[in-house]
């Protein structure tokens, strides 16, 4: 499914009738494909959404949802370095870690693609506007590192939504809205793609657009 207009966050201004009508209007631009992803157009840039493997992207750069040593761990982190090889946990020793809602970049060395940007996103507690300001980060900065190599293609996996436990709807709903506004703001990125470990994953960003509001409406 593809949305056709441009979209801004909703913010405090927009009441909850004002919500379900946006929805409503969502309805009517939703689109199926038929091809597994669904695309969300924002000006001359894409975001997609499907379900998959994030070593095998063949974006510019994928991102690893790391720990703060960047010296590897379990899922995305642990698949990643597996993946790409020795020569990426040399390079990341050499960087000195990172802190949560930080972001740097290494070579891809094994992978397709060409560079794996490190984010570490925040350990979910209970909602917390400042856990929220993390995550929001952790997308943000890993955008900010993407522009500043000139990468025009980044692949994102759920940031803190594995052993961190930050929830799937509130995860998915930060992560789009934050993506989103980047992306109006900076349309050098032309594709920012979520590979969704798995069905349940997928769902919950699917839902998440219900969110956003289009812009005028």
């Given at each position: 499914m593809i949305f056709h207009e441009h979209y801004t966050g909703i913010n405090e201004k927009h009441g909850p009738t004002e919500v379900t009508e946006a929805r409503k209007s969502l309805d009517k631009i939703l689109e199926w494909q038929g091809d597994g992803i669904v695309e969300i157009k924002i000006?001359?840039?894409?975001?997609?959404?499907?379900?998959?493997?994030i070593t095998q992207q063949d974006t510019e750069a994928i991102v690893n949802a790391a720990n703060r040593t960047l010296l590897g761990g379990g899922g995305v982190d642990g698949a990643i370095h597996r993946a790409a090889g020795p020569e990426l946990l040399a390079?990341?020793?050499?960087?000195?870690?990172?802190?949560?809602?930080?972001?740097?970049?290494?070579?891809?060395?094994?992978?397709?693609?060409?560079?794996?940007?490190?984010?570490?996103?925040?350990?979910?507690?209970?909602?917390?506007?400042?856990?929220?300001?993390?995550?929001?980060?952790?997308?943000?900065?890993?955008?900010?590192?993407?522009?500043?190599?000139?990468?025009?293609?980044?692949?994102?996996?759920?940031?803190?939504?594995?052993?961190?436990?930050?929830?799937?709807g509130e995860a998915a709903s930060v992560a789009l809205h934050t993506v989103v506004d980047f992306l109006q703001a900076h349309p050098e990125i032309k594709l920012v793609r979520f590979v969704l470990f798995d069905q349940r994953a997928l769902e919950a960003f699917e839902k998440a657009p219900e969110g956003l509001i289009p812009a005028g409406s």
């Open positions: 000006g001359s840039s894409v975001v997609e959404l499907t379900q998959g493997d390079e990341c020793r050499t960087l000195g870690g990172c802190d949560t809602g930080d972001a740097v970049v290494t070579r891809g060395y094994r992978l397709k693609a060409k560079y794996v940007i490190h984010t570490v996103g925040p350990v979910y507690r209970g909602p917390d506007p400042s856990t929220e300001r993390l995550l929001e980060s952790a997308y943000r900065r890993s955008l900010e590192v993407a522009l500043a190599k000139e990468i025009r293609s980044v692949a994102f996996p759920a940031i803190s939504t594995g052993a961190y436990g930050y929830p799937l």
